[in-house]
């Protein structure tokens, strides 16, 4: 059986950083691009980080760039996903997955709370 757990999350201060971490049973992470997504309240979800499995590129949207990044470590069977520079925009339910696109994903994590405030 296939499982996503996430954690790491928690609230932060403006400027703060905080690191998630995805970690999975029943499957191998480093045989699938993993997404990791976030959904504020009223919002859709959307990609805030891709990792491919092939060859380890990355992908953050303008939103996030220059500020989160995700990483692999397949010994682990663990992604992250550190983020830096927090603003309070970025306070959501943060959730990893088996894609990069929601569309695409077959299986989603339990989400974790992110609150950034002062």
């Known amino acids: 059986q296939v499982r996503l757990v996430e954690s790491g999350g928690g609230s932060v201060e403006p400027g703060g950083s905080l690191r998630l971490s995805c970690t999975a049973s029943?499957?191998?992470?480093?045989?699938?691009?993993i997404g990791w997504f976030r959904q504020a309240p009223g919002k859709q979800r959307e990609t805030v980080s891709c990792i491919s499995s092939v060859d380890g590129n990355t992908y953050y949207p303008n939103s996030v760039k220059g500020r989160f990044t995700t990483s692999r470590d397949n010994a682990r069977n663990t992604v992250y996903l550190q983020m830096n520079s927090l603003i309070t925009e970025a306070t959501a339910v943060y959730y990893c997955?088996?894609?990069?696109?929601?569309?695409?994903?077959?299986?989603w994590g339990q989400g974790t709370q992110v609150t950034v405030s002062s």
């Open positions: 997955a088996d894609a990069c696109s929601v569309t695409l994903v077959d299986h």
């Open positions: 029943g499957f191998n992470l480093d045989r699938s691009a």
